[in-house]
């Protein structure tokens, strides 16, 4: 049970996690991984190498420790890493190896003299308190999936129903349920977890879902990554008529109940869950501004369908930038990299707008800085990140 002296410990220990919080989880994840390689799955190893993970990891465990006395303060980021976990199908077996390798890491990293046992058995409590918020939330919502229309518990086996390429960077897969059965419904901006074995080895990772949710099957939209496990796996080996497992839908990365215009910007890939987002704000009737950003035509997904639901829709406007335009594709709205004065040409004239916004790091940065600069309220701006959200400030 976590005390009030555990409280006052791992508060004590905010100043020595803001200056190495990171070099802590890089520790982290190294120990786990040696001392439990069966949680290799769950982690995206091209995020270890670049820090991605650390990061984000280091970010969490900062804002636990600051708000230990305040835990509703930490709704939003407890209800991100639960649709995460849930998307990868995180069970309680799992919390007491993550737990020991993160007392072992502090005890190693802080040294004996600062990682005293009262420390450690602080952190062990407090951790202890987050696990067991953690597993009864992810199992409430096991729970409901379960016993959605259309819902299932754990992996589930799906056959490739179409794959088709989408752009040069980016392949679509419709994914159908091997048991021919309906599946539970989603909201746009969601996204699924997939099971694979690649070269051998587990690979569990999450994809945004492209289309609106329809009952019969999923549509994923898989950017090759360079020395990615499972998008080469997905673009180089699997075909139409292969079966993958996934988990149930997840996500808090979706549409807010509103009247105000809507603005959907995206970069590159993030395009996905904004188109499944287009789809169900075309039907409010509600202004929406599409605001897309590429490096050049070849790898812009999804032009067509979105010039055809222009042509169709007089709510929708949509835009597109190319940093580096080809004469062979044709032609952007404007040349360059999203700026705040090219973001104020294209938002609606009112700021009081919902916006939505998805894509590389330097970019979703970008546009945040841009539409807090131009106004928009800050509530009523919204992202889907996978990395330290400190990375955005």
């Not at 420790?65 to 199908?89: D, F, W």
């Amino acid at each position: 049970m976590l005390s009030q002296s555990h409280r006052a410990i791992v508060t004590a220990t905010v100043p020595i996690l803001e200056q190495g919080g990171e070099a802590l989880t890089r520790h982290f994840y190294r120990t786990l991984f040696q001392d439990y390689p069966e949680v290799l799955p769950f982690f995206n190893q091209a995020h270890q190498h670049s820090g991605d993970q650390q990061r984000a990891l280091a970010t969490s465990i900062l804002m636990y420790a600051k708000h230990i006395e305040k835990l509703e303060a930490l709704g939003p980021l407890v209800n991100t890493i639960v649709s995460k976990h849930v998307a990868l199908r995180i069970l309680p077996e799992h919390y007491p190896m993550v737990g020991a390798s993160l007392l072992k890491a502090i005890r190693e990293v802080l040294g004996a003299e600062a990682a005293t046992d009262a420390v450690l058995e602080a952190w062990g409590a407090a951790y202890g308190q987050l696990a067991e918020l953690l597993i009864g939330i992810e199992g409430q919502t096991y729970q409901a999936q379960a016993a959605a229309t259309g819902g299932w518990e754990g992996a589930r086996a799906f056959i490739v129903a179409q794959k088709r390429k989408e752009s040069a960077e980016i392949t679509t897969f419709v994914l159908r349920p091997a048991d021919g059965q309906p599946v539970m419904e989603f909201q746009p901006g969601q996204y699924i977890g997939i099971r694979a074995m690649v070269d051998g080895s587990e690979q569990r990772r999450q994809y945004s879902l492209s289309a609106e949710s329809n009952g019969r099957d999923y549509q994923i939209s898989v950017k090759r990554e360079p020395g990615g496990k499972m998008s080469g796996y997905l673009h180089e080996q699997v075909q139409e008529g292969d079966t993958v497992e996934l988990f149930p839908p997840s996500g808090n990365f979706t549409l807010a109940d509103s009247a105000r215009p809507i603005v959907l910007i995206s970069g590159g890939v993030g395009i996905t869950p904004t188109l499944a987002m287009l789809g169900k704000a075309l039907k409010s009737g509600r202004p929406i501004h599409f605001i897309h950003a590429a490096r050049n035509g070849a790898v812009h997904a999804f032009r067509d369908q979105v010039d055809q639901l222009a042509e169709r829709h007089a709510n929708l406007r949509r835009y597109y930038m190319y940093a580096e335009p080809q004469d062979a594709h044709p032609a952007p709205d404007a040349v360059g990299l999203i700026d705040s004065s090219q973001l104020a040409k294209w938002l609606p004239e009112t700021r009081d707008v919902d916006a939505y916004f998805l894509g590389p790091t330097p970019f979703m940065k970008t546009v945040k800085h841009a539409l807090r600069e131009l106004g928009v309220p800050e509530a009523q701006t919204h992202y889907e990140f996978f990395g330290p959200a400190a990375a955005l400030n």
